[in-house]
Nanobody
Protein backbone atom coordinates (compact mmCIF):
# COMPACT_ATOMS: atom_id res chain seq x y z
CA UNK A 1 0.00 0.00 0.00
CA UNK A 2 0.87 3.67 -0.23
CA UNK A 3 1.02 6.09 2.67
CA UNK A 4 0.73 9.85 2.45
CA UNK A 5 2.03 12.14 5.17
CA UNK A 6 0.78 15.71 5.09
CA UNK A 7 2.12 18.68 6.99
CA UNK A 8 2.12 22.46 7.02
CA UNK A 9 -1.45 23.35 7.86
CA UNK A 10 -2.45 25.64 10.67
CA UNK A 11 -3.83 29.02 11.65
CA UNK A 12 -2.65 32.01 9.66
CA UNK A 13 -3.69 35.65 9.41
CA UNK A 14 -5.13 37.12 6.23
CA UNK A 15 -2.31 38.09 3.90
CA UNK A 16 -0.03 35.49 5.38
CA UNK A 17 1.59 32.49 3.78
CA UNK A 18 2.05 28.81 4.37
CA UNK A 19 3.60 25.82 2.71
CA UNK A 20 1.93 22.44 2.62
CA UNK A 21 3.90 19.29 2.00
CA UNK A 22 2.91 15.73 1.21
CA UNK A 23 5.31 12.80 1.16
CA UNK A 24 4.33 9.50 -0.42
CA UNK A 25 5.87 6.19 0.54
CA UNK A 26 5.22 2.49 0.19
CA UNK A 27 4.71 0.25 -2.80
CA UNK A 28 5.29 2.80 -5.55
CA UNK A 29 6.70 2.02 -8.96
CA UNK A 30 5.94 5.41 -10.42
CA UNK A 31 3.99 8.48 -9.42
CA UNK A 32 1.98 9.90 -12.30
CA UNK A 33 0.77 13.01 -10.52
CA UNK A 34 0.56 14.67 -7.12
CA UNK A 35 -1.55 17.53 -5.99
CA UNK A 36 -3.76 19.22 -3.47
CA UNK A 37 -7.52 19.44 -3.15
CA UNK A 38 -9.50 21.28 -0.54
CA UNK A 39 -12.95 21.22 1.00
CA UNK A 40 -14.23 24.43 2.51
CA UNK A 41 -17.10 24.46 5.03
CA UNK A 42 -20.36 23.77 3.27
CA UNK A 43 -18.70 23.30 -0.11
CA UNK A 44 -17.62 20.44 -2.31
CA UNK A 45 -14.05 19.28 -2.66
CA UNK A 46 -12.16 21.14 -5.35
CA UNK A 47 -8.77 20.98 -6.99
CA UNK A 48 -6.26 23.56 -5.78
CA UNK A 49 -3.25 22.54 -7.85
CA UNK A 50 -1.58 19.45 -9.22
CA UNK A 51 1.61 18.54 -11.03
CA UNK A 52 2.31 15.46 -13.10
CA UNK A 53 5.51 13.52 -13.67
CA UNK A 54 6.65 15.69 -16.56
CA UNK A 55 5.90 18.94 -14.78
CA UNK A 56 2.52 19.87 -16.22
CA UNK A 57 0.62 21.99 -13.70
CA UNK A 58 -3.09 22.49 -13.21
CA UNK A 59 -4.26 25.13 -10.77
CA UNK A 60 -7.55 26.63 -9.71
CA UNK A 61 -8.26 30.14 -10.86
CA UNK A 62 -8.84 31.21 -7.27
CA UNK A 63 -5.19 30.63 -6.36
CA UNK A 64 -3.42 31.53 -9.59
CA UNK A 65 -0.87 34.26 -9.05
CA UNK A 66 -0.45 33.51 -5.37
CA UNK A 67 0.32 29.81 -5.34
CA UNK A 68 3.19 27.61 -6.37
CA UNK A 69 3.10 23.84 -6.62
CA UNK A 70 6.38 21.98 -6.83
CA UNK A 71 7.75 18.52 -6.38
CA UNK A 72 10.84 16.69 -5.21
CA UNK A 73 10.91 13.49 -7.22
CA UNK A 74 13.71 11.95 -5.17
CA UNK A 75 11.56 12.24 -2.04
CA UNK A 76 8.16 11.57 -3.65
CA UNK A 77 7.04 14.84 -2.16
CA UNK A 78 4.81 17.62 -3.41
CA UNK A 79 4.68 21.14 -1.98
CA UNK A 80 2.04 23.83 -2.18
CA UNK A 81 3.05 27.38 -1.36
CA UNK A 82 0.12 29.71 -0.75
CA UNK A 83 0.61 33.44 -0.36
CA UNK A 84 -1.73 36.35 0.31
CA UNK A 85 -4.11 34.04 2.10
CA UNK A 86 -7.76 34.99 2.24
CA UNK A 87 -10.63 34.01 4.50
CA UNK A 88 -12.03 31.92 1.68
CA UNK A 89 -8.88 29.79 1.63
CA UNK A 90 -10.02 28.26 4.91
CA UNK A 91 -10.54 24.57 4.25
CA UNK A 92 -9.29 21.10 4.88
CA UNK A 93 -6.56 20.45 2.34
CA UNK A 94 -6.07 16.92 1.04
CA UNK A 95 -3.05 15.49 -0.70
CA UNK A 96 -3.86 13.43 -3.77
CA UNK A 97 -1.50 11.01 -5.50
CA UNK A 98 -1.93 8.87 -8.59
CA UNK A 99 0.63 6.10 -8.55
CA UNK A 100 1.46 2.86 -10.32
CA UNK A 101 2.38 -0.12 -8.17
CA UNK A 102 4.80 -2.89 -9.05
CA UNK A 103 2.00 -4.95 -10.58
CA UNK A 104 1.27 -2.20 -13.04
CA UNK A 105 -1.95 -1.05 -11.39
CA UNK A 106 -2.75 2.63 -11.32
CA UNK A 107 -4.46 3.81 -8.15
CA UNK A 108 -5.42 7.07 -6.51
CA UNK A 109 -4.58 7.79 -2.87
CA UNK A 110 -5.80 10.47 -0.48
CA UNK A 111 -4.22 11.95 2.59
CA UNK A 112 -6.03 12.40 5.88
CA UNK A 113 -6.33 16.14 5.33
CA UNK A 114 -4.71 19.10 7.05
CA UNK A 115 -6.67 22.08 8.30
CA UNK A 116 -5.86 25.56 7.04
CA UNK A 117 -7.66 28.35 8.86
CA UNK A 118 -7.30 31.97 7.78
CA UNK A 119 -8.49 34.27 10.52
CA UNK A 120 -7.63 37.60 12.08
Amino acid sequence: QVQLVESGGGLVQPGGSLRLSCAASGSIFRINAMGWYRRAPGKERELVASIDRVGTINAAGSVKGRSTISRDNSKNTVYLQLNSLKFEDTAVYYCNVEAVDYSGHTKVYWGQGTQVTVSS
